[in-house]
């Protein structure tokens, strides 16, 4: 009785089928389904005019959005505005004033990436601690102090945050 072997070129093709399938099936999914959402973050009825607001889910990629002078927000998550996934998230909201020989970034990405328009004196990008004023409660701030949480809906949308100075 004679065995029958299948082709080695065969089974690599189909395995290299099967893999392209996987890595298609796994790079987009995580993209798709993005809603967009905004909002507005006060403090005591007062606009947020600057700083960063972050929506951390249960596991995977967190989102984030930079505070524009008004108290406006748009999160993104993969590129600018993109959105974020529906579900529940832990929220961090961080507003600070840091001394006139802190950092200044150019834009929201420049500070995601450390890159500022100028350096303090000591050659560090990073703001000096004893001089930086809290806006925002630094509670706030920080995701294991923070009680801000929110849903996102499958439709997106806007969700505002009310804070107060003496929470």
């Given amino acids: 009785m004679q065995k029958v072997r299948a082709a080695p070129h065969r089974f690599a093709r189909r395995l290299l089928c099967l893999g392209l399938i996987l890595v298609a099936a796994g790079c987009g999914s995580s993209r798709r389904g ?7 973050v006060t403090l005591d009825g007062a606009p947020v005019t600057s700083g960063k607001i972050e929506f951390y889910p249960p596991s ?10 008004e108290g406006r927000y748009r999160l993104t998550t993969y ?10 998230y832990k929220v961090t909201i961080t507003s600070v004033l840091t001394p006139d020989d802190g950092p ?15 350096a303090n004196k000591s050659g560090s990008s990073r703001p000096k601690k004893a001089g930086a004023q809290w806006i ?3 509670k706030y701030s920080n995701r294991a102090s923070t ?3 929110a849903e996102v809906v499958p439709g997106g949308g806007e969700i505002n945050f009310a804070l107060e100075s003496k929470p």
Avoid at 34 to 40: A, N, R
Avoid at 60 to 69: C, F, K, L
Avoid at 79 to 88: A, F, M
């Fill in 34 to 40: 993005l809603v967009e959402v905004s909002g507005i």
């Fill in 60 to 69: 995977g990629r967190p989102s984030a959005g930079e505070i524009d002078g």
């Fill in 79 to 88: 590129e600018p505005g993109d959105g974020v996934l529906p579900g529940e």
């Fill in 104 to 118: 200044v970034y150019k834009s929201f990405e420049d500070e995601l990436n450390g890159v500022t328009a100028n």
């Fill in 136 to 138: 925002v409660p630094q």
């Fill in 147 to 149: 009680d801000l949480t």
